[in-house]
T-cell receptor, first 113, second 111 residues
Framework: ETGVTQTPRHLVMGMTNKKSLKCEQH?????MYWYKQSAKKPLELMFV???????ENNSVPSRFSPECPNSSHLFLHLHTLQPEDSALYLC????????????FGPGTRLLVL | TQLLEQSPQFLSIQEGENLTVYCNSSSVFSSLQWYRQEPGEGPVLLVTVVTGGEVKKLKRLTFQFGDARKDSSLHITAAQPGDTGLYLC???????????FGSGTKLNVKP
């Protein structure tokens, strides 16, 4: 247990579906992150939130829409995904501006058919 | 080309053997972190090295940061099956405030 939970752990969706991934941290951190992990590629940082404000968007397609209602919760809304979006989506949190101290959730394994 | 290159990509060894994995870059890093990720789980932070030449030990794991802060190594003594996993290095590039992960070394320790 790292103090970061993610739901669901597994998700299969069609290209026309809309779904959401949820992340919750119980560590009192103020920064939260979404990463994509594909086979044979480094972790790709997608979004960064600091004190609920988005501070980084690394050219992520608009079919991925993040939401951070408070410092403890982070969502990733998915819409009209492509099969190449199939991957492990990891959420992490850290004290504000301390990327060297990130705690990761277990991830959501997403399969897009 | 990745900013953090890890080698080897794959390593399969017998229980009891020693091993070293590497994380190299042509850039200087403010700090480097090592994570271990087990199948079906997220990465877990093992250590952070900050000072050039720094050596940190965590039981059978020894981490070293290069003098120029461009590279790091992880040495495991007497590997055990519980060491099996994906080892990732990560760090913030000095003066650029950009954070990178390496692509990892997948270690399999056979009983």
């Amino acid at each position: 247990e790292t103090g970061v939970t993610q739901t669901p752990r597994h998700l299969v969706m069609g290209m026309t579906n809309k779904k959401s991934l949820k992340c919750e941290q119980h560590l009192g951190h103020n920064a939260m992150y979404w990463y994509k992990q594909s086979a044979k590629k480094p972790l790709e940082l997608m979004f960064v939130y600091n004190f609920k404000e988005q501070t980084e968007n690394n050219s992520v397609p608009s079919r991925f829409s993040p939401e951070c209602p408070n410092s403890s919760h982070l969502f990733l809304h998915l819409h009209t995904l492509q099969p190449e979006d199939s991957a492990l989506y990891l959420c992490a949190s850290s004290p504000s501006n301390q990327r060297e101290t990130q705690y990761f959730g277990p991830g959501t394994r997403l399969l897009v058919l | 080309t990745q900013l953090l290159e890890q080698s080897p990509q794959f390593l399969s060894i017998q229980e009891g053997e020693n091993l070293t994995v590497y994380c190299n870059s042509s850039s200087v890093f403010s700090s480097l972190q090592w994570y271990r990720q087990e199948p079906g789980e997220g990465p877990v932070l093992l250590v952070t090295v900050v000072t050039g030449g720094e050596v940190k030990k965590l039981k059978r794991l020894t981490f070293q940061f290069g003098d120029a802060r461009k590279d790091s190594s992880l040495h495991i003594t007497a590997a055990q099956p519980g060491d099996t996993g994906l080892y990732l290095c990560a760090g913030e590039e000095y003066n650029f405030n950009k954070f990178y992960f390496g692509s990892g070394t997948k270690l399999n320790v056979k009983p």
